[in-house]
């Protein structure tokens, strides 16, 4: 009898052995298909230590050109992957599935839409894999300082005006607050890990492209200091300790993703300009979804039934959100020198690119202004530049500031010169003339979020500040008031 119990016992113990080896050699082979950004921090959050799956790769798409061909470096990956992780073109799926033997594909980048997800989707499906997605359960990090999330339905909505207005709201109270930038590590990303940008001179020292420039420099000029890079479990760390304190981070978001810092009140901007969207691009309607207030912006430039259309998908798929009105208002810094003339508008390049507008707000600043003609760049356009019109053919007659590399701003610069114009339009959130060489006469258009009415972000940030016993001198300074109370169904939420 006793030989029997010690015989299974041993068999017990040897099915075990066996069943940890199983659970090794069947780890599974995946790849993560993303843009550098939403793609690192998935793998960062969840795959990095996770012994269930071995990230055979990422893919890039057209979305940042120069991403594909380089690697996540070992400094990044972890012990998992002492070689790092290659990165290859998203257009090579099918073979690397079949190649690497890979059983899931991640889906991680955003803006992008439901047609476009599917279409992913059906190529991964056809080769074999699963299609996955992961969700804010597990990509989210828990902040020990409160947490304001400033997302929107589509790039190019307004949300970093919107994270501006709400910092200074804030700041005007003597609150220290941190803006946490959504991942833009177009570069090195060893030196991107974390990035603390205090001053205009760490935007050279960071080596940073147009398109980080535009998203750091109009905080660094209101003097708030914005944390960026590769590692948001480092970047969190780093922004709740950081030297000059910090009592508030607001997460100011990238493209339409949702946030990767789970958040206590969650803002996000809708774009009349295109009604619709709001319900038919990822990630945009799980943010409409998760907000407690939602930004209607644009409402001075948009058409009223694109307006009333918006306010419809949000009371359909979010009823208890909180709604603000606002205005994007545009400032002409030299309208002489547009009114009556042929001018080239240089629109903010992301919005024109993956958030699909055919304009922006230079467009409706010529409008304004007077202008005769709107000179389309097309004919003018050199290599890379040109590449871009090939690649969104539903760009209008205006130019999109693209900068990822030296080489790429030199063809943006190359072509504007060559544009026969009487002005030139800057309508970028910088001073694109600091940057490159603009040999013709130009102007600054600049766009700041003006809410209107109640509720408006003071009385919602009231609110906020008194649920966390933020300082006690915070009040209201408007002459009217309004209870707004947030209840945003998104998972996880941290308790009050």
Partial sequence: MIGQHVLIFGSFMKAKHEGRRRTIVTRRNVIIIGSAGRDFHNFNVFFRNNRRYNVVGFTASQQVPGISGKKYPPELSGELYPEGIPIYAEEELPRLIEELNVDDCVFAYSDVSYQHVMHIGAIVNAAGATYMMLGPKDTMLKS????????????????????????????????????????????????????????????????????????????????????????????????????????????????????????????????????????????????????????????????????????????????????????????????????????????????????????????????????????????????????????????????????YSTRQLQHLQTTINRVDCDAVMVATPIDLSRIIDIRKPHTRISYELQDMGTPNLEDILSEFARAHNLPESWENDGSQSATCTYHGARPGKKKQ
């Fill in 144 to 403: 020990d300082r409160p947490v304001i999330a400033v997302c929107a339905v589509r790039t190019g909505s307004g949300k970093s005006q919107t994270s501006r207005r709400i910092i200074e709201l804030l700041k005007k109270k003597g609150l220290r607050v941190i803006a946490v930038r959504h991942p833009m590590p177009y570069g090195e990303l060893i030196k991107q890990r974390v990035q603390r940008l205090a001053q205009l001179d760490d935007l050279k020292k960071h080596n940073c492209t147009i398109e980080e420039i535009e998203e750091y420099e109009p905080h660094l000029v209101r003097g708030t200091i914005v944390y960026a890079g590769a590692d948001y479990l480092a970047i969190l760390k780093a922004a709740e300790g950081d030297p000059e304190g910090c009592d508030a981070i607001v997460w100011d978001g990238g493209n339409n993703d949702f946030p990767f810092f789970q958040p206590d009140l969650m803002i996000v901007v809708a774009d009349p300009h295109r009604a619709g969207h709001e319900v038919s691009y990822y990630a945009g309607e799980i943010n409409l979804r998760m907000a407690d207030v939602v930004v209607i912006n644009k409402i001075d430039s948009a058409a009223p039934e694109n307006v009333r259309k918006v306010r419809e998908s949000i009371a359909t798929v979010n009823p208890n959100a909180t709604v603000i009105d606002a205005a994007s208002v545009i400032r002409i810094d030299d309208p002489k020198l547009i009114k009556g003339k042929r001018v080239l508008v240089i629109e903010d390049g992301p919005t024109l690119t993956h958030g699909g507008m055919a304009y922006g707000a230079g467009t409706i600043a010529a409008q304004q202004g007077g202008a005769a003609e709107l000179v389309d760049p097309r004919p003018y356009a050199v290599e890379s530049i040109a590449e871009a019109f090939r690649n969104y053919p539903s760009i209008g007659p205006v130019l999109p500031a693209i900068g």
